[in-house]
Structures are given as C-alpha cells and as structure tokens.
C-alpha cells in the first residue's frame, strides 16, 4: 500500500536583514533551495521591519514590491499575484513578516507569506535581544564541538594536560547554558540550583563568578530574584 506522503511546512526562523544577506544559497537534501548563514540552515524567516519604501509594479513583471529595514540592512518584499497582502502595508508601518528568503537577478529578497502589524515599536529592542541570545547559542554549540572533539583525540592517546589548552570558563560557560535550559520550566531556573549542578561537574568550581559574567555580557537575564533564564 502506497503511503500518503506527508507535507511539513519549515520553521520560520527568526534572523536580522544583514543575515540574510550575508547568507548563500545552495540546494538542501531535498531539493529545495536554502539559505546557508555558517551557522545555520534557513528556508522560512521571521523578521521585525519597517516599511520604508512601496513600489508599484511596471506593466508585465507580474509583481509589487516594498522594502523593510530593521536597522542591520534593507530587504525588498516581492508580491506575487498578492496585491491585497500588498495594500496592507504603509510606509512607516512597523511589521512582522513571515516568508522565504530567495535570490534572483542579483539580488535577495523575501516572498512574504504572512504579514502582521507589531503595534509596539519595543518588540524590536526584544528581537534585537533573541538574536544576540540565539547568536550566543550557536558560539556555545561551537565551543562544545570544540570540547568533544578535543576529548575524542585525548581518549586516542592525548596527555591530560593537552586538554589545558581548552579554556575552563568556555567550558564552564557552555555548562551553565546547559543546565539553565535543563532546568527552566517556564519561570527560570534557581541560581543555587543550578550552583549545585555544575558542581557536580566541575569540582571546585565558581558557579557565582560565570554567572555574573555571563549575566554582565547579556548572556544570561535574572527574569525574577535570583532566576535565571535566557532568551530563545
């Protein structure tokens, strides 16, 4: 019996303008083109952006377009036989947009899928937020690569001493992370609590001083009185 092949509609990932531009694209697995950031792959994007600019569309290209700008770069939103989804944006408009990034005739741009005023202008101070969060993140899957490829080699014959070389508060850092999002189950994590644990780990370590320095570089946010939680 031939099984009724099941459709999942990708995630749209939140990203900045300058991302998507920096970004390549390149097909993926299944034959679909996406955007390859270095850290990540992106087929859908979720951006918070200004309207700065509509444009009409000239006589047989088949399309309108506006441009957007969250203050890391400007992207043109192209409109496909979509006039009505068009009409609802104004310039000045502060908007939330969900669409696929693509790139044709030398340039990129985004064909949205889904359009919705951000009423208040503070949510991009809370996006700018979840990006730096999202891009710490990725630091830290990297540094943890790092770290296990490093201990793979010292179970091949590498002295103990050779592993010096990683650096504890990168490693420490990375656990920290881990264990905060381990044990946040919507209100924060405890600080003693996670203390506790990465005691358990590290022997003699300084659960206090990491976390102060991580929540110093905005790695880290004290959501209530001594909970800790990080931004995704």
Not at 19 to 39: K, M, R, S
Not at 86 to 112: M, S, W
Not at 130 to 152: D, I, P, R
Request: aromatic fraction near 6%; proline fraction near 2%.
């Amino acid at each position: 019996m031939l099984q009724e092949k099941q459709f999942k509609r990708d995630a749209a990932q939140k990203a900045s303008i300058n991302e998507i531009l920096q970004g390549a694209f390149e097909l993926a697995e299944d034959g679909t083109t996406v955007l390859n950031t270095g850290n990540r792959q992106i087929k859908r994007v979720n951006i918070l952006a200004t309207v700065v600019a509509k444009n009409e569309s000239q006589e047989g290209e088949g399309w309108e377009d506006a441009v957007v700008d969250d203050g890391t770069g400007q992207i043109r939103l192209r409109f496909f036989d979509n006039e009505a989804m068009l009409k609802k944006l104004a310039v000045g408009d502060f908007t939330a947009i969900i669409g696929r990034p693509r790139h044709y005739g030398g340039e990129t741009y985004i064909a949205p899928e889904v359009l919705k005023p951000a009423n208040n202008v503070k949510w991009a101070e809370v996006r700018k937020l979840e990006l730096l969060m999202q891009a710490k993140a990725q630091s830290y899957a990297g540094n943890e690569k790092t770290v296990v490829k490093a201990a793979g080699k010292n179970r091949e014959g590498m002295q103990d001493r050779d592993l010096d070389g990683i650096d504890y508060v990168s490693k420490g850092k990375i656990e920290i992370y881990r264990i905060i999002k381990e044990l946040d189950t919507g209100r924060g994590a405890d600080i003693s609590a996670v203390a506790i644990k990465f005691t358990e780990k590290f022997s003699g370590g300084n659960a206090e001083l990491l976390i102060s320095e991580m929540t110093k570089a905005g790695d880290l946010f004290e959501v209530l009185p001594g909970r800790l939680k990080v931004l995704e």
